[in-house]
Structure formats: C-alpha cells, structure tokens
C-alpha cells in the first residue's frame, strides 16, 4: 500500500539556495496567495479552501513562504521583511514571470503591500485580505498567535480566535496546524520570528502612509468584521490610504474570511482580477 501524499507539498524550486515548497494550479494570468504567520500554516491550510475555484479562469501560485511550511529554513533562522521580500522576488523571478496578481492573507497582506511598494512593475493588482502593513495597537489574539507554544489545545484555542463561525473549526484542522506545528525544526523557527515585545514587529511589517498613498495599482480591501487577529480599522485605514482601492467587509466573520467565506470571498477576487482584463 503506497502511503497518501501530503496535499501540503507541492513542488519544489531553488530561490538562492532555499529549497522552495509551491503550489501552481490553473491556467492563464498568474494570481500569487501569500499566507499568513499563524503556527503550523502552510500555503495548502492557508488556501486549500479557494484554490480550485480561483484556479479555474487563471494561473494560481501559492507558496509555502521563507522559514514556513515545507520551505527551506534558513540556517541562521533570522527573518525579516526585506528578507522575506527577497525571496518573494527571488521566486516570482524563477517563475519567469513579469507581472502578478498579489492576494495577502495577514501578515501576507502586509508583504504583498510592501512587495507592492518596492516593485511596482511587477505587480498588476493588489487584494490585501485581513492584512497587517499599517501599524496597529498589538490584540490580544495576535500575541497568543505569534507567541503560541505547542499543544493540541494550544491550537484548539487559537483556532477559535480565527473564525467567527465555530463550526468551522473542526477537530481534523486542528490536528492537521498542530502537527505541522511540531515538525522538526518549526517551533524554533517561529519563535525566532516574533519574540516579545511583540508589538515591534507588526512596526516591522508597516509600510509608511506616504508610500501607501503613492500606490498606483487597483487594490481590494476585505475583512471581518469580527476579526480578533487584526483590527478592523487596519483594512479602513488601508481603503483610506490608497487612491484605488474597493472596501468590503464581511459581518459574522472573523480572521479567516476565506475559510470562513470562501464562495463569497472568490467572487470578489474573481469580480476584481477580471475589471483588469483591460487595463
């Protein structure tokens, strides 16, 4: 009997010595997810959801991010933004591909946003879901994510902080963010992430509201309502800062608005990315 394949892997390229852990679905113009920091994510948790429908009309590149998932750690287990931007680049670079759709989840959000910044001619699009970027009073709920240690009711809790809807936090995810949690060389590589103080480095992962409002691409804004990770008022303070942007807000939803949404949320996605075709 053979044993079943870990959805969480994918493929695999070298992004300057980092073995690099992907997934590419569909055809077509080429959308990039981002996940978010939460112990044990992997682009495939992140977005096993949406990628199949996202993936129908248009190419869908999901990467496990430096020092996450099943991509390389590297071996001084330092990071930082400008890091993580260098190997986003270093990736989309391998990928041969000119310009992205770029789609942050959280702290995904915050290095799709600064990604953004940096290189504008390489992204066509922005949609920034939950997203950190803009600075923020720490919540409660992101220093017990960021400060998480590992057991099964660790996660259990945390898991309860992400959605609004309870029913969606199912035992099956619970042990699937906790076992990758505790693979070998993870917690050590999350906690060297975002020790204490932590409030540092949601600063860290904030770009400027100059830069921010000097943003020329067409942004979509979405969030829940009832987030606990990330205040609300971020995603109104982003729709504020950038000159094209499109709010919209989900109510009886919390961190996770694609889990939590996931029909509605690639409707959205879907509506916006086609509006480009003729750009």
């Known amino acids: 009997m053979h044993e079943a394949k870990n959805p969480e892997i994918g493929e695999t390229i070298s992004i ?33 959801t949406v990628l199949a429908s996202l993936s129908e009309r248009r190419r869908v590149i999901a990467p496990d991010m430096l020092g ?3 991509t390389q750690r590297p071996a001084d287990n330092v990071y930082s933004l400008e890091r993580w931007l260098d190997h986003l680049l270093g990736f989309i670079d391998a990928l041969e591909l000119e310009r992205v759709d770029l789609v942050g989840n959280s702290f995904g959000g915050g290095l799709a946003l600064a990604f953004a910044i940096k290189y504008p001619q390489r992204v066509r699009r922005l949609v920034l879901m939950g997203a950190a970027g803009v600075s923020f009073p720490l919540t409660a709920g992101l220093d017990r994510v960021w400060g998480y240690t590992p057991s099964l009711e660790a ?79 971020s995603s109104l303070t982003l729709a504020d800062w950038i000159d094209d942007a499109q709010l919209h807000v989900f109510g009886r939803c919390g961190h996770w608005t694609q ?21």
């Not at 936090?169 to 042990?175: C, F, H, M, S, W």
């Not at 949404?261 to 075709?277: D, S, T, Y």
Request: hydrophobic share 45%; net charge negative.
């Open 259 to 279: 889990i939590e949404q996931a029909g509605r949320f690639c409707q959205l996605v879907e509506n916006f990315l086609a509006e480009a075709a003729t750009d």
């Open 155 to 233: 996660m259990r809790e945390l898991i309860d902080l992400f959605a609004y809807d309870r029913s969606l936090v199912t035992d099956e995810l619970a042990e699937l963010r906790f076992q990758a949690s505790i693979r070998p060389g993870f917690q050590a590589s999350f906690a060297a992430m975002f020790p204490a103080p932590r409030q540092r480095w949601i600063e860290a992962l904030s770009s400027s509201e100059a830069h921010i409002r000097a943003l020329k691409l067409p942004a979509l804004v979405i969030h829940g309502r009832e987030d606990q990770i990330i205040p609300l008022q």
């Open 16 to 48: 300057k010595g980092i073995a690099t852990n992907y997934h590419d679905q569909g055809r077509g113009d080429p959308v990039m997810l981002i996940h978010g920091s939460g112990p044990g994510v992997t682009a495939w948790a992140n977005w096993r």
């Open 68 to 70: 996450f998932g099943y």
